[in-house]
């Protein structure tokens, strides 16, 4: 295993999702856009939700962008991983809505595995890294994102305890 090159990933796949959150916190409403304009999918739900902004995206994937050379990574595999990010979270957010959850409802599994795993496959691939390294980040993005999401709604930084 590659405890190091596993270690900036599991760094990046925090940037890219914490990004958001810090973004909301500090900036409240200013320049707030949902991702999918409002748009009603066909079953009547809304496309993402008004949670999904272009705002958190941007940021989500400049911070990651930003942070990868500071931890020695390569600046475009930071914007990678951050792009992935946020698609594996956008993914998710199309799956709840189809489900019937609302923005932020919880649904264990599917709101860690696909914004992890996407963004891990693809520095894997960038860092030579082999499937079980994947599994490890996703793996330890699974569990630190429950235990993280505690920490920051204890320090009143999110909304909700997940």
Not at 60 to 86: D, E, H, Q, R
Not at 131 to 140: A, E, L, N, Q, S
Request: glycine fraction near 10%.
């Amino acid at each position: 295993m590659h405890w190091s090159q596993i270690a900036r990933i599991v760094i990046l796949l925090t940037i890219a999702n914490g990004a958001p959150v810090i973004a909301h916190k500090l900036l409240g409403n200013i320049w707030v856009r949902p991702l999918d304009g409002g748009k009603i999918w066909r079953d009547g739900k809304p496309l993402l939700g008004r949670s999904k902004t272009v705002r958190g995206v941007i940021c989500s994937v400049l911070a990651t962008m930003i942070v990868a050379p500071v931890i020695g990574v390569n600046w475009k595999i930071g914007l990678g991983a951050g792009a992935m990010a946020m698609a594996g979270d956008l993914f998710s957010s199309f799956v709840k809505r189809r489900l019937g959850l609302h923005a932020s409802e919880r649904l264990t599994g599917l709101d860690q595995v696909p914004e992890s795993l996407l963004p891990a496959i693809l520095c894997a691939y960038e860092l030579e890294l082999k499937w079980f390294d994947v599994v490890i980040i996703t793996g330890i993005f699974f569990f630190g994102e429950i235990a993280l999401s505690r920490f920051l709604y204890a320090l009143h930084i999110r909304t909700r305890p997940y």
